[in-house]
């Protein structure tokens, strides 16, 4: 068995119909600890300290942002181990910036990706295009900006 037909079989059991579940107890304090379901890892969030809160772990909002940023890299790796591109030390850097003004939300995320790789790699194009087909960057409102700028270290 290949490693993708192993990957996937592997994927499959995990997560039947590509559903997983996610629990989440509010602990107090405008705290709560979330549980992903397969693999029982755990993260905690508090309110910013702008919004009421302690800011001592990342805020609800700060994990979309974290979301973005990973799921860009990993869509892109998942191109790059497919055709052969070491991109190890690619790093992400996002601003989240909210609203000033209620409702309270996400106004932009300001993203740079900074890939180990020369401006003028072969497959850059691919790599960018793999980077915007992200899940979570497909599923943000459209109200929120959100340039993604990719700088080429290389």
Do not use: W
């Amino acid at each position: 068995m290949s490693a993708t037909a192993s990957a996937n079989s592997r994927r499959r059991a995990l997560y039947p119909d590509g559903m997983v579940e996610i629990t989440a107890q509010y602990e107090g304090q405008l705290r709560c600890k979330a549980t992903h379901g397969p693999s029982k890892s755990t993260v905690i969030t508090d309110a910013p300290v702008d919004n009421h809160g302690r800011g001592e772990a990342f805020s609800p909002t700060d994990l979309v942002a974290t979301a973005l940023q990973t799921c860009m890299m990993t869509i892109m790796g998942i191109y790059s181990e497919r055709h052969g591109i070491d991109l190890r030390g690619m790093s992400a850097r996002t601003e989240k910036v909210m609203t000033k003004e209620g409702p309270r939300r996400i106004a932009s995320l300001r993203t740079v990706i900074t890939l180990p790789l020369a401006a003028d790699h072969p497959q850059r194009a691919a790599l960018e295009n793999a980077a915007l087909s992200c899940p979570v960057h497909k599923s943000l409102h459209p109200d929120v900006q959100g340039p993604i700028e990719f700088v080429y270290a290389g």
